[in-house]
């Protein structure tokens, strides 16, 4: 009840002002493709294509299948490699909340390791051990996002209200139940936002990776581009991602961060 009347209590702007606010940050993106048109006039195409031209290409990314299976392709392996690393680095983190002699080996030995291993070394290995692939972007991908995902989830591990497990664990000795009932339930806006920076930073990684080597992918388009300076595909394959990051953060993520964080509310 205490957490409901804080949540109601917490001090709303006024419409104007949150009007003010959405005017001033579409205005902000309007200067920005204003400037960047007034560039492409005085610059040549190669080096700044015009926002119309991009657009065009952009269009293009989405209506030609050849384009679209790119574009699926960068999106599969970014999905399955946030999944796979936010379960991952989930499972991590428990270990020592199940296991207290796990505490050392995990947050000692293995949260440095994986924070500390240079990115371009897993990219570099996955291309020695399985060559170039799918599963070889996906592989990056996880390596590269598992210790973010520990390092959010623990961090809630932290957070979490402990009465309620001593609570919980009075009426089950089952770990199981405890889990699936009462953990999990409390960590999941931990783990959204897990998977919140995972999902941001695995399009990063995914394109960097996909330049090592895959026949396919948003990365592959990249480096096609840059080979024959097409400038406008270059710009056309960046905003393609912010496009796609921007379609699963609004129908996916916030509507879970909205979901868990009522449910953990009580409304």
Known sequence: MEQVEARRDTPQLPVW???????????????????????SLELPEIIMPKPTVVAQQIWVFFSDMNYVSHVAASTVRVVLGVIIAVTLGSLLALIPHWVPVMDVIVHER????FNSFPSVGWAILAIIWFGPSDGTIVFIIVMILTPFCL????????????????MA???????????????????????????RIAYGVGWKIALVAELFGTESGLGFLLQ???????????????????IIFWIGEKTVIDPLSRKFALERSGT
């Open 151 to 166: 390092v959010n989830v623990s961090e809630g591990l932290k957070e979490i209200d402990h009465e309620v497990l001593e």
């Open 169 to 195: 664990r009075s009426f089950t000795r089952r770990p199981i139940v405890i889990l699936f009932k009462v953990t999990l339930p409390l960590l999941m806006p931990y783990i959204i936002s897990a998977v």
């Open 224 to 242: 096609q581009a840059q080979s024959v300076a097409d400038a406008a595909t270059v710009f056309a394959t960046c905003l393609v991602i912010v």
């Open 110 to 113: 293995i949260k440095p390791f």
């Open 17 to 39: 002002k949150r009007v003010v606010s959405r005017l001033s940050a579409e205005g902000l993106v309007v200067l920005a493709v204003g400037v960047w048109w007034l560039l």
